[in-house]
T-cell receptor
């Protein structure tokens, strides 16, 4: 099983809503990532969790709050977003670069903020 | 610094070979990846190469790495219409907290 599963696939939310994006993998990977991708742009790294601890936060605004409840799950909690936060949010996992292997991506959640 | 550069567009006739090029700046890069992204979809890992390798072949895909020039290429033999997508080059650097840096992506367009 080399699958990273993201839910929901599509999400429309208002600027006052609170919602969560979910990501799951069962490959035993110890590093999990959130990326944001705007149309026709490369993915931009937001957060990295390594062994369930936040190891990188790329100066992401606090309206995005990541959570790693266990080694298989990664959440991204959203609150008070702006229309410019509309994008494809991609989750990925890997064994961790220090273990030397590739990263697998989910299909993404397409988020629209209205 | 960390930077990955790719040309933005490539047009190739169906049946010909496509060659997508990438340059990177970090000499401590350890893994170099090629991802494919079709419209509206996530990133699909196509192949990757460890930095102590020169070449890797996997069916229609050939990756060449020139470590001295920090140049990576992806060759797709017998290009098909299903190969039409954006191809992202990415580098992973050891001792950088599992960070993966992406290029801007090359849009491959297949001509009939």
């Amino acid at each position: 099983d080399t699958e990273v599963t993201q839910t929901p696939k599509h999400l429309v939310m208002g600027m006052t809503n609170k919602k969560s994006l979910k990501c799951e993998q069962h490959m035993g990977h110890r590093a999990m990532y959130w990326y944001k991708q705007k149309a026709k742009k490369p993915p931009e790294l937001m957060f990295v969790y390594s062994y369930e601890k936040l190891s990188i936060n790329e100066s992401v605004p606090s309206r995005f709050s990541p959570e790693c409840p266990n080694s298989s799950l990664l959440n991204l909690h959203l609150h008070a977003l702006q229309p410019e936060d509309s994008a494809l949010y991609l989750c990925a996992s890997s064994q961790g670069l220090n273990r030397g292997t590739e990263a697998f991506f989910g299909q993404g959640t397409r988020l629209t903020v209205v | 610094g960390e930077d990955v550069e790719q040309s933005l567009f490539l047009s190739v006739r169906e049946g010909d070979s496509s060659v997508i090029n990438c340059t990177y700046t970090d000499s401590s890069s350890t893994y170099l990846y090629w991802y494919k992204q079709e419209p509206g979809a996530g990133l699909q890992l196509l192949t990757y190469i460890f930095s102590n390798m020169d070449m890797k072949q996997d069916q229609r895909l050939t990756v060449l790495l020139n470590k001295k020039d920090k140049h990576l290429s992806l060759r797709i033999a017998d290009t098909q219409t299903g190969d039409s997508a954006i191809y992202f080059c990415a580098e992973g650097v050891l001792n950088r907290d599992d960070k993966i840096i992406f290029g801007k992506g090359t849009r491959l367009h297949i001509l009939p």
